[in-house]
């Protein structure tokens, strides 16, 4: 019993053989109707080419949609960096590509939560995982904080090292891990280090787990002094100075590209502050620390977010101080994203 792909298939080519113009579209009708019958045949590229071959009045078109519709089916367009196929690229709604991600709720599923304070929402090692990674490729966090990322990855089937000075927040992320892994009961692998990133060597941490290479970075750092995270000392959260603290982020830079395949991905998740009434702009100093590190930078996106833990309840108050010192009260962070070369 033939598929309804290539059924489908079959009516393509009857409409690329066919001249009377009024069997083109019985075919291309027909092609359509098993597309709509089959829930599981989710293809918004291959129905939009066969809607605009039906709608189509000359041979010409109408043959030229039917081919791309063919071609959707028979010749995926896939590359090495992630697992999409562009050739039904309108398969792929959840994916952003606009440099403004309005994220208004953290995702909750899957474990995550909101109990370790500075984390990010997973939406965002999702989005980034989705572009620069495959399923089975190997992802890197040197601040793994409350395991965001790593559950994701899990979740979406990669492999994860992650690192952080802080042995309570590797605890945390342990933890969330292995009620993932046991839940989802894939066969993804998982690599936890108790490690300052800034000085130890990536390269000799994965050797000694096994792993050749590593295709994303995600660099979720503390924004510089703005929550205290420990007392242990390397915290980049008691980093003395702001240099200091933009000197620590290269270094992890560099870390990362020691381990990192060639045209791999390093993405950072950062925010701005305030310090002496003057703005900071602790990401775009990060930015220009990481481009001196062998890196490429391929886009910069703005994600906005609403009141932290430190403001929530108190916006009138924030929005007096606004008014009062002659600035704008933060909304956003940015995410930078790099390639090595």
Aim: aromatic share 10%; with cysteine.
């Amino acid at each position: 019993m033939k598929s309804n792909q290539e059924r489908i298939v079959e009516s393509l080519s009857a409409v690329l053989e066919e001249v009377d113009l009024k069997e083109k579209k019985n075919h291309l009708s027909m092609a359509l109707t098993i597309i709509d019958g089959d829930k599981e045949l989710s293809n918004l590229t291959l129905r939009d080419n066969i809607c605009h071959s039906l709608d189509s009045r000359g041979v010409e078109r109408i043959d030229y949609y039917a081919r791309k519709a063919m071609d959707s089916i028979r010749m995926p367009k896939v590359n090495s960096v992630n697992d999409l196929d562009l050739s039904r690229w309108k398969d792929y709604p959840e994916i952003l590509t606009d440099s403004l991600w309005n994220l208004e709720k953290r995702d909750r599923s899957g474990g995550h939560d909101a109990s370790y304070w500075g984390n990010f929402i997973p939406q965002i090692p999702r989005q980034l995982m989705l572009r620069y990674t495959k399923k089975g490729d190997y992802v890197i966090d040197p601040f793994l904080g409350g395991g965001t990322s790593a559950l994701e990855a899990l979740r979406m089937e990669r492999n994860i090292i992650g690192m952080d000075i802080n042995p309570a927040a590797l605890e945390t992320a342990m933890k969330k891990c292995e009620m993932a892994l046991k839940e989802n009961n894939n066969h993804s692998r998982v690599h936890f280090h108790n490690f300052n990133s800034v000085l130890v060597d990536f390269k000799t941490i994965l050797e000694k787990d096994g792993v050749e290479n590593v295709k994303l970075a995600i660099l979720h750092p503390p924004y510089h002094d703005i929550i205290k995270f420990s007392n242990i000392d390397g915290d980049l959260s008691s980093s003395p100075s702001r240099d200091e603290f933009i000197s620590a982020i290269g270094k992890v830079a560099k870390n990362c590209r020691d381990v990192l395949e060639e045209g791999g991905y390093l993405a950072l998740v950062i925010g701005d502050k305030y310090e002496r009434g003057e703005w900071v702009p602790l990401g775009f100093l990060s930015m220009n620390e990481i481009l001196t590190n062998g890196f490429s930078l391929k886009s910069i996106v703005v994600k906005n977010y609403d009141a932290t833990k430190g403001k929530r309840g108190s916006e009138e108050l924030w929005r007096y101080r606004a008014l009062a010192g002659g600035y704008y009260v933060f909304k956003h962070e940015y995410i930078f994203i790099f390639r090595k070369h």
